[in-house]
Structure formats: structure tokens, C-alpha cells
């Protein structure tokens, strides 16, 4: 697959795991705000899982551009990713067996979507395979969502109401909107108008 490809698929994946993530999460609060009454939210379970392979999706496909940087710092990005998905499909299969959410299931979730979009966005900056200001964007949101489950697993805010959504804004904004535009429509910069592709990490020494 060329870099154009991956560029283009991996920005459709990342829309496609947001929609298929909020409809889900969507179908299964409102179980939970039934109190468990009715059926459960097996197609709910199901949008989740299908948000899931495509964030593994994006975690593969970017380790082939981002391992050109640094391949050790790379490959934490696609395993997050998994652990992500893995997780994620564990509090599905416990909410069908159980009819109740598993406490706390998005924050457990966050955890490795937040390290591992911070050692995407560090790897993106570095190399400016996407402009830098995107990068900084996520950076930020990825940051503020890090930031956010310590807090809410604190009872500080509730990152599901009120102020503490507005940490998810710079998150969302980058994958749903920002970063696939700019992949979908411009791709991936040359190495060579990347002048520094290499991380420190790969530099040689003398």
C-alpha cells in the first residue's frame, strides 16, 4: 500500500471509529439511564467493536509511516491501540453478560487512547509528516484527555457532563475533523520536505 493510501485510509478510519464509537456509546447510555430495562444494547456493543477494529486499523497502517522516525517509540503506538480495542470489547462483553456497565468502562478506555495519541502527535511533530500546528493540536487534546481520567477517577469532574466534555473538544476536533481532512485531501509530507524526519533517538553519534 502506498503512503497516499495509508494516509487516506487511515483518515477515513479515524472518522469512521468516532461516529461508530458515539452511536454506540450513545445506545448504551441509554440502557444504563433505563436503569436495564429492555433489550440489551447488543447493536450498541456491536458499533463498538466495529470502532475498535478500525482504531487497530489506524494503529497498524500508521506504524508503516511513523516506524521511519522512531521504530521503538512506534511500535507502542499500534500495541496501545489494540489494548484499546481489547479493552474496549471486554466492558461490551461484560455489559451483555452482566446487563450493567462495568464501573468507569470510557475512562479505562481513555487510558490508552491518551498515551498512545501523545506518542502519535510526539512522532508527528518531530517529523512534520503533517503540519505542526495539527500536531500541536493534538497534542493538546490527547493531554487534556490524559489529564481528565486521574480527575474524573478523582470524583473532581465528571468528563461525561459539563466542563469536564469540554476536555474531549481538542480530541475530537483533531481525529474527526483536522487530521482526516488534512490526510484525506493532502496526505503524508515527503521525507524531504521533513527535515526532521529522524527523531533525536535515531540520530548517529559521533
Given at each position: 500500500m502506498s503512503r497516499r493510501m495509508i494516509a487516506v485510509t487511515v483518515g477515513v478510519l479515524f472518522v469512521v471509529q468516532m461516529v461508530t464509537a458515539m452511536a454506540g456509546t450513545s445506545m448504551i447510555q441509554a440502557f444504563a439511564d433505563s436503569g436495564g430495562e429492555g433489550a440489551p444494547p447488543t447493536v450498541g456493543v456491536l458499533l463498538m467493536m466495529c470502532s475498535g477494529?478500525?482504531?487497530?486499523?489506524i494503529g497498524l497502517l500508521m506504524y508503516r509511516v511513523l516506524k521511519?522516525?522512531?521504530?521503538?517509540?512506534?511500535?507502542?503506538?499500534p500495541a496501545l491501540r489494540i489494548v484499546e480495542c481489547t479493552v474496549s470489547a471486554a466492558c461490551g462483553v461484560y455489559l451483555l453478560t452482566r446487563l450493567q456497565e462495568f464501573p468507569n468502562h470510557l475512562l479505562w478506555v481513555y487510558i490508552p487512547t491518551g498515551i498512545g495519541g501523545l506518542i502519535l502527535n510526539y512522532l508527528l511533530f518531530v517529523s512534520r509528516l503533517v503540519p505542526r500546528p495539527i500536531a500541536v493540536l493534538g497534542?493538546?487534546?490527547?493531554?487534556?484527555?490524559?489529564?481528565?481520567?486521574?480527575?474524573?477517577f478523582l470524583g473532581v469532574l465528571d468528563m461525561n457532563d459539563g466542563p469536564g466534555m469540554a476536555l474531549l473538544v481538542p480530541g475530537g476536533l483533531f481525529e474527526v475533523v483536522i487530521l482526516p481532512i488534512w490526510l484525506i485531501t493532502k496526505g503524508f509530507r515527503a521525507p524531504s520536505a521533513a527535515p526532521e524526519f529522524r527523531s533525536p533517538a535515531l540520530a548517529p553519534t559521533s
Open positions: 477494529v478500525a482504531v487497530v486499523g521511519s522516525v522512531d521504530q521503538r517509540l512506534a511500535f507502542w503506538y497534542l493538546v487534546g490527547y493531554t487534556l484527555l490524559t489529564l481528565g481520567v486521574p480527575l474524573d
